[in-house]
């Protein structure tokens, strides 16, 4: 089982996006968010295989998130 959170400043996209993943039995969706904030949070909650994040949204880049995620992990395993 692959798990997976989404993160998109747009509803549709993320529940569309969901729909979709769901529709195999090997991925599970385990969260969803719609800022880089809800990423670092549901990131650290849920501790998905996959963080599917869209890279632009208001205030803070998907591509930012992922950077704090990476730090955070870095700090975390060394």
Same mark, same amino acid.
């Given at each position: 089982m692959i798990t997976v959170v989404i993160i998109d400043d747009d509803p549709f996209v993320t529940k569309s996006l969901q729909?979709? !993943? @769901? /529709?195999?039995k090997e991925i599970? &969706?385990? #969260?969803? #968010?719609h800022c880089a904030k *809800? %990423?670092? &949070? !549901?990131?650290?909650?849920?501790?998905? *295989?996959? !963080?599917l994040? *869209?890279?632009r949204m208001p205030k803070q880049t998907g591509i930012d998130? %992922?950077? @704090?995620?990476?730090? /955070? @992990? @870095?700090?975390?395993? #060394?």
């Open positions: 729909t979709i !993943l @769901e /529709s195999t599970r &969706v385990l #969260g969803i #968010g *809800d %990423a670092l &949070v !549901l990131y650290e909650t849920h501790r998905p *295989d996959v !963080l994040t *869209d890279i998130a %992922a950077k @704090e995620i990476l730090r /955070s @992990e @870095e700090r975390r395993v #060394g």
